[in-house]
């Protein structure tokens, strides 16, 4: 558990992110999330962390630049950036798959709560809903 993650984010839908900027709370939250049954629970931290959220797609080849060229033409907002640079500053940038079942957006804001979450955002198939900024 809590080990930084290098996948690449290339396609953030259906997932819901968000920043936490102690290593322990973190670490709590991904566990957390994965006890609750949230699915592919990642953390990101450091450069490392940055690198595979590469907001932009350079660092991952044409077809990457060229998908992030397109997700910004399609959806209402860019958070990819922000937490790109969060990693950058020392937070973690944890991401799960948020499903539609009911209570479980709910009980995924109550874990993200007791870590002190900031910049919650789902990212829906065509607009970014910010839970908390």
């Known amino acids: 558990m809590a080990h930084t ?3 690449f ?13 102690t290593w322990a709370h973190a670490e709590q939250a ?3 999330l994965e006890s609750a049954g949230f699915e592919e629970v990642r953390l990101y931290r450091g450069g490392e962390g940055a690198r595979a959220i590469d907001s932009e797609g350079e660092g991952h080849g044409i077809a990457s630049h060229l998908l992030r060229l397109v997700q910004h033409g399609l959806t209402n907002k860019d958070h990819l950036e922000e937490y ?3 990693t950058r ?12 079942a009911e209570g479980r957006r709910e009980r995924a804001e109550e874990i993200l709560a007791q870590a002190d979450a900031r910049a919650i955002n789902y990212f829906g198939p065509a607009v970014v809903e910010t839970i908390k900024p």
């Open 9 to 21: 984010i290339a396609d953030p839908t259906g997932h819901m992110l968000a920043v936490i900027d």
């Open 30 to 32: 991904e566990g957390s």
């Open 89 to 100: 500053q020392g937070a973690s940038v944890i991401s799960f798959r948020m499903d539609s």
């Open 84 to 86: 790109e640079e969060a």
């Open 5 to 7: 993650n290098n996948e």
